[in-house]
Every structure is written in structure tokens, then in C-alpha cells.
């Protein structure tokens, strides 16, 4: 006889096969007390106010903040004494105590009253002012804010300063050929001198003087001319090809630049997305005026302060379309060679300076007082057709051009007798007129 199947009914009336299974447990569910919303008020909050170290007064003034300034200083809370949270509120639970429940932490940075929306922030409140509309602001943070817009920008490692250490342009000659020519020069004139008294003859000497008065020609001449010769040689250095340039090859590249992770932006025109800034203040001195520096030579300018920063940027190529890096930050040796603009000009005849040129030499310390002054700007901004002179690397498909390790020599031009020129580092080229040839990027 087979076995019976077993069966059972459903509440429904339908019976299906197998056991009746027995209704589980369910846990004991635990009731969880409403939180009541505090609305930021610190006798309501209970261990919130302990985390933060705050004391719960139950009346009286609210804790007072000492030691600030208005110029954005550390101020510290002052609070009354103490008060046990569990006492003043029912709802705030008993403090938890044992080798588990940890320390509380405390926040040494300076704290403020806590807002109606109960959020902390650090700081003191905004003072009202005299329409009585106060303002909620952080303290330190709205203090450098403020100071970003009206300082000289500083920048970090990353940015190339040229104050200190300016283009330096110079001749590539031979040491020993210069010595040879003073002794030379120096005996000639001694024997010159010593037979015009001995026989009584100024031929010899006449002689000396004419072989002597073209090289100090020749001198002066390339101190006049051996800037524009160097730029001269610069323009006509022929393009090359980066998709060809092998690693470690001198090159030239010109192409439209693009700002790197860092762009610039000049101290007193505001121009934004630069790859290159300089701001520079020049005062003339007369006889018997004050001096910009300890070389201010009479009747002459002199530059006062300098601001000169460059920093990496890409050049696109304009004979190959190939885009590389330019490694002009981090301190690298940097000759740029763009002319600035003349952007404030104060005369005996026009003293009444703009506020803008008040403001930028308040923000560094400088005094307008009846001197006249004159200050020059110049940039390279993003999209403008700039030319650079340096070293090819190639590193992990990263196509760059560095700082070559020799001086960039002219060589000795005969035509126009001017001897080699160098300068150091990359040299950077760009056009008078940008805003003109800028190229949106």
C-alpha cells in the first residue's frame, strides 16, 4: 500500500501537498525615540555641543569672542562656565563612559557662535553695518580672498621668477683674446709715452693712439648694437621641424603657445591666461634726486620694482602641427624678449595719479611722492604667435623643448662688426603688436 501524501489546507480553502510550516518569530522591534529638531540651539543639542567644546548656558549673554582683529586674525572663544548638558536638557541622554567609549575630540581652530541653521563655522560673525545688514562670513578664509584681488600675485615653485636674475646679454669672446689685446693696447701706449719724452717725437705714440681708438670704436659699437644684433639673429635663425627633431638637437620652433597647468595674469592690467608676465616701474632721476637703486646713475631711469614670472606652456608647431611642452618654470634659465607697453606715465607737468596706479603701489608698499615715475607692461597671452629657442626631449611620447646647457652664441658678424652675442637659457621671442595677431584657443 503506498504511503499516503501528506496535505494540508490554506486559509483559502485549497488544499496543497506538503507540511504545514510553522510561522517564524519575528524580533522584538525596538522603539526609537523622535529626535526633536533642535533649530541650532546649543541647550538642545546635547552631546553635539560637548563634541564641539561648547559650554550650555541656561541664560545670559551668548560666549564672547576675543583676540580677533578686522584684519582677519585668530580669534578665540570665550566661553562662561560650565554646564552640565544632562541637567539643562532631558533629552540629551547620559554621557557615555568605560575603557570604550573613546575621547572626545576637541577642534583647536577658532570657532564662532553656532548659526540659526545650526551649521559651525569657523571665524566670527559679520559685523552689521551702519544700515545694520550683517553679513555671514568665514573669517580667515574671506581675509585672503579679499587680499588675492589686491596684492601682487604670488606664485609657487612652479613659476619661473625673472625679478632677481634679469636677461642677460653679453659677448662671446675669448678671454684670453681680451687680455692679449689690453696687454697689448697698455705696452704700446707705455713705449709710445716713453719715446715721445725720450727723442722727442709723438709719432710713435700718434701711432699708438691710432691702432688703439678703432677697437674702443668697435667696443662702444657692439654695446649699442649688440642687443639688436642678437634679436637681429633670433629672426632670421631658420624654423625647424619637430616632427623630425631628433632628441638633444637646438631647434626653433615658432607656433601659436597655450597656457599650462599654471596661467598667469599681469599685476596691473589684469590680463588673464598669460604664459608670460612682467610689470616694471621706472623713475627718472635728476641732479640731486632720489635714486631707484643703488646704480641710478643722474639723469637717467632707473627701474624701482620689477615683476617678471614665466611658467610652462605648449607651442603648436607651425610646420609640422605637433604640439610640445616648453619648460620655462621650476626656476629654469629663461631670456624672454618681448617689449612692454607704457601703461602709467607721471610728468612734472601731469602729477594727478589714476586710482588704479594709487592701488597697485599701496599694494606694494610704494610711495608717489612728486617723483616721476613710468610703468611698462608686457605679456605673451594665450594664442599669441611666439618663437622659442631651445633643446628637443623626448620623454614617454612626451615631445618637450628645455633650457639648452651652453649660452645661445650669435657668432662674430664682420659685415656689420659686431662680435658674438649670447644669452642664456630658452629665449623667447614674441611679436610687438598682440593684441592684433592673438589667435582664440
Not at 687680455?179 to 700718434?206: C, E, H, R, S, Y
Not at 654695446?223 to 621641424?241: H, M, N
Not at 638633444?248 to 589684469?270: A, D
Request: charged fraction near 20%; include cysteine.
Amino acid at each position: 500500500m503506498a504511503s499516503r501524501i501528506q496535505s494540508h489546507q490554506l486559509p483559502n480553502g485549497l488544499y496543497v501537498s506538503g507540511k504545514l510550516e510553522q510561522p517564524k518569530e519575528r524580533p522584538p522591534t525596538m522603539a526609537a525615540r523622535a529626535v526633536p529638531y533642535t533649530g541650532g540651539d546649543i541647550k538642545k543639542s546635547g552631546e553635539l555641543g560637548r563634541m564641539f567644546d561648547i559650554s550650555v548656558v541656561d541664560s545670559g549673554p551668548p560666549p564672547l569672542i576675543v583676540g580677533g582683529n578686522s584684519s582677519g586674525g585668530t580669534s578665540r572663544l570665550q566661553a562662561p562656565p560650565r554646564v552640565s548638558a544632562s541637567s539643562s536638557n532631558p533629552n540629551s541622554g547620559s554621557v557615555r563612559s568605560g575603557p570604550n567609549s573613546g575621547s572626545v575630540k576637541k577642534f583647536s581652530g577658532p570657532l564662532s557662535q553656532l548659526q540659526p541653521t545650526g551649521l559651525i563655522t569657523s571665524g566670527s560673525l559679520g559685523s552689521s553695518g551702519p544700515l545694520g545688514s550683517g553679513s555671514r562670513r568665514s573669517g580667515q578664509m574671506d581675509h585672503q580672498v579679499s587680499n588675492l584681488g589686491s596684492s601682487k600675485a604670488k606664485y609657487g615653485s612652479s613659476v619661473t621668477s625673472l625679478n632677481t636674475d634679469p636677461v642677460r646679454v653679453g659677448f662671446k669672446v675669448p678671454k684670453a683674446v681680451v687680455w692679449a689685446v689690453l696687454i697689448v693696447a697698455a705696452m704700446g701706449l707705455l713705449v709710445g709715452a716713453f719715446l715721445t719724452v725720450a727723442v722727442k717725437k709723438p709719432v710713435v705714440i700718434a701711432a699708438v693712439l691710432a691702432a688703439v681708438f678703432p677697437a674702443l670704436v668697435v667696443l662702444v659699437w657692439n654695446c649699442v648694437w649688440g642687443r639688436k644684433g642678437l634679436l637681429s639673429f633670433i629672426k632670421k635663425y631658420p624654423d625647424a621641424e619637430l616632427r623630425g627633431a631628433i632628441d638633444g638637437q637646438f631647434v626653433k620652433v615658432t607656433g601659436v603657445v597655450t597656457c599650462g597647468s599654471i596661467p598667469l595674469e599681469s599685476s596691473y592690467q589684469r590680463t588673464p591666461r598669460c604664459v608670460y608676465v612682467s610689470t616694471e616701474l621706472y623713475e627718472y632721476k635728476g641732479l640731486g634726486g632720489k635714486s631707484a637703486n643703488p646704480k641710478h646713475r643722474c639723469f637717467s631711469w632707473g627701474s624701482r620694482h620689477t615683476e617678471k614670472y614665466v611658467s610652462d606652456f605648449y607651442i603648436s608647431d607651425f610646420q609640422s602641427g605637433l604640439r610640445a611642452l616648453v619648460k620655462a618654470g621650476y626656476g629654469a634659465k629663461v631670456s624672454p624678449f618681448v617689449k612692454p607697453a607704457t601703461v602709467a606715465n607721471v610728468t612734472t607737468e601731469n602729477k594727478d595719479l589714476s586710482p588704479s596706479f594709487l592701488k597697485w603701489l599701496s599694494d606694494r608698499n610704494l610711495s608717489a611722492d612728486n617723483r616721476v615715475m613710468r610703468l611698462k607692461e608686457g605679456y605673451i597671452k594665450e594664442g599669441s604667435t611666439v618663437s622659442v629657442m631651445g633643446m628637443v626631449r623626448r620623454h614617454d611620447n612626451v615631445l618637450m623643448i628645455v633650457p639648452p646647457a651652453e649660452a645661445v652664441s650669435s657668432g662674430c658678424r664682420w659685415w656689420p662688426c659686431l662680435l658674438p652675442t649670447y644669452a642664456d637659457g630658452l629665449i623667447i621671442t614674441c611679436d610687438d603688436n598682440q593684441n592684433a595677431d592673438v589667435i582664440p584657443v
